[in-house]
């Protein structure tokens, strides 16, 4: 396992943005399922987008709460997933983790359990 390390979290006015970052330090790093998850006070941790590599091929899928909202992008020169928050809404709060799995098998199911490969998280408040 991996420990990844997200950043770039803060507190941001209902309707703004903010982009997360995920990388994976000291390693070169390859995941071809990598993805983020969001925990809210009180509620389950539920997936929020992942980025899925098929060859030369990326795919996305985002959580149908963040769809036209939410981006996930990667910068493979630095090894860095992304995530683009744009129009960010109260429920949109909590501690936002970056995971990733080797196999590309469901993942855009986005199934907790499978990642191996997490971070500690980094918190996200919107205010209204």
């Known amino acids: 396992q991996v420990q990844l390390v997200e950043s770039g979290g803060g507190s941001v006015q209902a309707g703004g943005s903010l982009r997360l970052s995920c990388t994976a330090p000291?390693?070169?790093?390859?995941?071809?399922?990598m993805g983020w998850f969001r925990q809210a006070p009180g509620k389950e941790r539920e997936g929020v987008g992942v980025?899925?590599?098929?060859?030369?091929?990326?795919?996305?899928y985002y959580g149908d709460s963040v769809k036209g909202r939410f981006a996930i992008f990667q910068d493979k020169a630095k090894d860095t997933l992304y995530l683009q928050m744009n129009s960010l809404k109260f429920e949109d709060s909590g501690m936002y983790y970056c995971?990733?799995?080797?196999?590309?098998?469901?993942?855009?199911?986005?199934?907790?359990?499978?990642?191996?490969?997490w971070g500690q998280g980094t918190q996200v408040t919107v205010t209204t």
């Open positions: 000291g390693h070169f790093y390859r995941r071809d399922c």
């Open positions: 980025a899925v590599r098929i060859g030369s091929e990326e795919y996305t």
């Open positions: 995971a990733a799995k080797s196999s590309v098998l469901s993942c855009s199911t986005m199934t907790i359990s499978q990642f191996d490969d």
